[in-house]
T-cell receptor
């Protein structure tokens, strides 16, 4: 069946460090891929998405590339800020409109 | 602004009482979903609905019930049969017709049952 596996946390980085959160998926067909961010006490917000192989999603300095050959969608940011502290979820949507989420990765950025 | 409204933000109930969580969307989305989130954990699907007057069980439907009488509304009832109801509940919606359309989430309801 379809599933998403993402890097376990928590992750702690100093401000301006480089961020990578790994995400791999298992799916039949051609899913769409998403990264969501959740701040404390809030719902999930869409951060970026990619809908086909080799697409790069980007937003607020975050990027992720849809790699079909490695079934991956790793999240990267070149220079993190304290305000990026949150929980990040990788997700896929299959052609049957079903969503599958990873377990989330908590990021803390320290000044 | 279009979006999803969940109310209330915090809800307290005594054990043995049923409680209904509200979810309304004005995005004209066909599909709506309820997820449960426990501390430090990911999302687990309770129920979803792809069209009015139809809904399906998710992975953890036991002890919950839903209705979808209107496109805009998808209330969730947590019944007394739910053994561990204290959690953060998230409602979401998406456009059914577009398979690459993302989920849009409300801000959640935190339910505490004592």
């Amino acid at each position: 069946g379809n599933s998403v596996t993402q890097m376990e946390g928590p992750v702690t980085l100093s401000e301006e460090a480089f961020l990578t959160i790994n995400c791999t998926y298992t799916a039949t067909g051609y899913p769409s891929l998403f990264w969501y961010v959740q701040y404390p006490g809030e719902g999930l917000q869409l951060l970026l998405k990619a809908t086909k192989a080799d697409d790069k999603g980007s937003n607020k300095g975050f990027e992720a590339t849809y790699r079909k050959e490695t079934t991956s969608f790793h999240l990267e940011k070149g220079s993190v800020q304290v305000s990026d502290s949150a929980v990040y979820f990788c997700a896929l949507k299959d052609t049957g409109n079903q969503f599958y989420f990873g377990t989330g990765t908590s990021l803390t950025v320290i000044p | 602004d279009g979006g999803i409204t969940q109310s209330p933000k915090y809800l307290f109930r005594k054990e043995g009482q049923n409680v209904t969580l509200s979810c309304e969307q004005n995005l004209n989305h066909d599909a709506m979903y309820w997820y449960r989130q426990d501390p430090g954990q990911g999302l687990r699907l309770i129920y979803y609905s792809q069209i009015v007057n139809d809904f399906q069980k998710g992975d953890i439907a036991e002890g919950y019930s839903v209705s979808r009488e209107k496109k805009e509304s998808f209330p969730l009832t947590v019944t007394s049969a739910q053994k561990n109801p204290t959690a953060f509940y998230l409602c979401a919606s998406s456009m059914k017709a577009s398979y690459n359309s993302p989920l849009h989430f409300g801000n959640g309801t935190r339910l505490t049952v004592t």
